[in-house]
């Protein structure tokens, strides 16, 4: 059971926008930046979103992030076939005392 | 060009132990915190331990709850390394161990480079 909450499994069409939520709790994202990391099957994880919304160099605009309150959001416009991946949320957590990761989200581009 | 490099992975028996090691290059090693994440087969990203650099509060350790106790994270920052001893394995430690470098003295799990992983197999 993750201390950040993601839906299993999100699907849209190419070229359209699609969401991924990440829901904590004061401990965590109340309090702390969130991160996102995407995972192509088979490759490595890669650091696609940090300090809530800034994006590291070569990760193209389409993708954004947000946080509000206790919860937040990565947004990926334009879908395009490569985006197919798993994504994953992360923040620091006072009762861990570390990182906690959500369980990941597959995107699957239909 | 910064690069992690992991080793010493392998397979091992439940209540066995395995070191594993992470080297460094491309930058000041000495500054970064530094990670261990791993991946248990078909399953998520689970964070294990983290070792501060030298800057701030240096040398601070943490630890999951499923590795306090039993696993060990040390840097030499004098060959650029990071390591992980791990006692007493378990079948559900089976997983791949990245090493990752923390971006950020100030957001925590900013890891913006990750390298290959390293496979345990924890088994009979």
């Known amino acids: 059971q993750s201390v950040l909450t993601q839906p299993p499994s999100v699907s849209a069409a190419p070229r359209q926008r699609v969401t991924i939520s990440c829901s904590g709790s004061?401990?965590?994202?109340?309090?702390?930046?969130v991160n996102w990391f995407q995972q192509v099957p088979g490759k490595v994880p890669k650091l696609l979103i940090y300090?809530?919304?800034l994006l590291p160099s070569g990760i193209p605009d389409r993708f954004s992030g947000s946080r509000s309150g206790t919860s937040a959001s990565l947004a990926i416009s334009g879908l395009q076939p490569e985006d197919e991946a798993d994504y994953y949320c992360?923040?620091?957590?006072?009762?861990?005392?570390?990182?906690?990761f959500g369980g990941g989200t597959k995107l699957t581009v239909l | 060009e910064v690069e992690l490099v992991e080793s010493g992975g392998g397979l091992v028996t439940p209540g066995g132990s395995l070191r594993l090691s992470c080297g460094a290059s491309g930058f000041i090693f000495s500054i970064y915190t530094m990670n261990w994440v791993r991946q248990a087969p078909g399953k998520g990203l689970e964070w294990v331990s983290s070792?501060?650099?030298?800057?701030?509060?240096?040398?601070?350790?943490y630890y999951a709850d499923s590795a306090r106790g039993r696993f060990t994270i040390s840097r030499d920052n004098s060959k650029n390394s990071l390591y992980l001893q791990m006692n007493s394995l378990r079948v559900e430690d089976t997983a791949v161990y990245y090493c990752?470098?923390?971006?950020?003295?100030?957001?925590?799990?900013?890891?913006?480079?990750w390298g290959r992983g390293t496979l345990v197999t924890v088994s009979s």
């Open positions: 300090l809530d919304d």
């Open positions: 992360a923040s620091w957590d006072d009762r861990l005392n570390g990182v906690a």
């Open positions: 990752t470098r923390d971006s950020s003295g100030t957001n925590p799990g900013e890891f913006d480079t």
């Open positions: 070792i501060r650099g030298s800057v701030g509060s240096g040398g601070n350790i």
């Open positions: 004061n401990s965590n994202i109340g309090n702390y930046a």
